[in-house]
T-cell receptor
């Protein structure tokens, strides 16, 4: 199957700093990428849908100024958690697909904000 | 509002048992229903179901969709300890393509 790479796989940062997470489709061009957040023992919550070359569409309750998403190319989307606080600590997972095909997930990035 | 509900939320069985996991949904613009297995990291794909009544099978796992009653089941026969994981069901929207996940069922298979 297709490979989606996410980096970093884990990051620890101080409160107030910004953290960037990258999501790359390695062997295909992803027209759409999705960003999810998962708290411990909970399911995946969709944060936003990212289409190449256009602004991301955020789900209700997700602050677009706090979670900046950029999808500059067909193989790369980035999520920047700005001014991170401890409550932003979570597991962030990206996924990518071509058209309406199967969704492929990255390995996830575990963010811990001290 | 689109909703995906899984049951049970957790389940403990012994090796060799058969389990049935349930997923019901209330959604608009249904395109497909997907099952994923999640261990320590990101989910891995199991099945995608689009048509009612057609069973999909992969080894000891099988799944079927009932679009009239709006539910799907995932069966695992002869369970093994390696089946211990969270099983997630998700609905894909036909107009946006995004996946909405249920809460997941945590399965623990004891030796």
């Amino acid at each position: 199957g297709a490979v989606v790479s996410q980096h970093p796989s884990w990051v620890i940062c101080k409160s107030g700093t910004s953290v960037k997470i990258e999501c790359r489709s390695l062997d295909f061009q992803a027209t759409t990428m999705f960003w999810y957040r998962q708290f411990p023992k909970q399911s995946l919550m969709l944060m936003a849908t990212s289409n190449e070359g256009s602004k991301a569409t955020y789900e209700q309750g997700v602050e677009k100024d706090k979670f900046l998403i950029n999808h500059a190319s067909l193989t790369l989307s980035t999520l920047t958690v700005t001014s991170a606080h401890p409550e932003d600590s979570s597991f962030y997972i990206c996924s990518a697909r071509v058209g309406y095909g199967e969704l492929f997930f990255g390995e996830g990035s575990r963010l811990t904000v001290l | 509002e689109d909703k995906v509900v899984q049951s049970p939320l957790s389940l403990v069985v012994h090796e060799g048992d058969t389990v049935t996991l349930n997923c019901s949904y209330e959604v608009t613009n249904f395109r497909s229903l997907l099952w994923y297995k999640q261990e320590k990291k990101a989910p891995t794909f199991l099945f995608m179901l689009t048509s009612s009544g057609i069973e999909k099978k992969s080894g000891r796992l099988s799944s079927i969709l009932d679009k009239k009653e709006l539910f799907s089941i995932l069966n695992i026969t002869a369970t093994q300890t390696g089946d211990s994981a969270v099983y997630l069901c998700a609905f894909a929207s036909s107009n946006t393509g995004k996946l909405i996940f249920g809460q997941g069922t945590t399965l623990q298979v004891k030796p």
